[in-house]
């Protein structure tokens, strides 16, 4: 097993073929073993509920409790003493556990990809690509925490009787709250930010995604983390309400809509003392095509990104501003592309999309639509797949707009990319810009002036250049940090990089005198 090729999001054209043929034989064990069980958890003692897979109507995932409000009152009692020993373990004990959990999500890494399949409606390679992701994140902030020595530093000596350091703590107890889009990755990346750090956690999955979270959580207990210091919460808005806002969390770690993040933040700003609050909240993503495009490298990434994991991603890519002078032509081999993909059960090894998540999706997708139809053209798509498939399978859409408006600023997550003809990159990254959000942006150029008008000016914390396998997606721990500017993110420092575990910790100054 461990001969298979991994997958990443980036890795396209790799002959996948033997990690099928393990996924044909194990999916089956999967439905029977791990799905349609009846779940529970400490602090979960609430009704149970089944959840079902968008994958199909009555498709259970299982029976999953969720928490009560003294339940999560108890997770964060557990977490304060849990936190009584891991706020004050050595680094040497932290980067030990970080090796066994690496080694636990190694070892269990096709069963959480299957998990996130089941649960999310992810294509095959987006669901392994996103267990394989959370191996790399362990390990890569693991180095980065050992490369920094736990970010003590020495410090100017004043007078010669004393020593100085700077020493970074954890603030105690982080409340880490995961959205549906990316369960696993999202989650287990706050997770290993706040454990690593020495900070003890309560972690409330997206209310969906009980499976994954729970099964995040045996992995943890695998690892052989002390109790106490991780902690599982299960439900909806009410959950997380309780538990970003009690009085026994420091900080919170939070991933999902701009409207959810922000409103942790003025709940904070009513705070005697203001809480860390790390936030990443969505994205409106541009591609940019200039007539010095390579136009089958732009015609794939854009569609890569605008259509995989169905367009739920922050990163996604949600319009793309092409050069008048090439418009025709990359509009064309865009939608050849997007007729190319195939939309049905994830469960299939040639299905490039599956479900969108949730009705709610297909009633904003059924908006979007009719909008475009009236302030423009529906190029491909539109639709829903239809073939008996249930009405949250919709098909890649392609539409253009000759104004910019709400479906060039708004964030959609759904598979639907708005194409702009533009005269100049100027004037196309001028509009890209003007957005609330500063997540991600690509460009296809050979020109290298016109490479770096982009580096130069596009509003986003993540950009590539000339990437087939996805314009503004595919962002990977320890090669691409994922920063969000303006309304994605607060703090000017990415997850996946250099900068994210510092967030979870404080500064402290250590002056002592030796005489
Ligand atoms: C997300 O914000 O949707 O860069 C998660 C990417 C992935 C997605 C990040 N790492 O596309």
Redesign the pocket.
Known sequence: MSQLPRVT?SNIGVDFSPVHAHLDERLPRFEADILGQSWSSPFATGQAESIESPIAAGLSLGQFPVSTPADVDEAVAAARRGAKTWNVSSLEERLAFAQRWREVLAERKYELGLAALYEIGKSRMEAIGEAE?CLDMVEYYASELKANNGYTRPMNELVANETARSVMKPYGVFAVIA?F??PL??SIGMVSGALLTGNAVVYKPSPACALTGLLIAETLEEAGLPAGVFNIVLGGGDVGERLTRHEGVDGVAF?GSHKTGMSIFRHMATLPHMKPVIA?M??KNPAYVTRNADLDRAAQGVGR?AF??QG?????CSVVYVDNAVKDAFVEKLLAFSSSLVVGDPRKAETFMGPVYGQATVARYEAAVSDARRDGKVLTGGDTLGQGFDNNYVLPTVVELDAPGRLTREELFMPFVVVRGVDGLEAAIAEGNDVPYG??AGIFTQDQAELQYFLDHAQAG?LYANRAS?A?????PGA?P?CGWKGTGVSGKG??GPWFLPQYLREQSHTIMTK
Not at 472 to 476: E, H, K, L, N, Q
């Open positions: 999001y992701e959205p889009n990316f990755a999202l991933t990443e969505g994205g990104s995989g994991l739920q991603k922050c990163s996604a997540l991600s993540v996805g503004t997606t595919g962002a990977w691409q994922f997850g996946l």
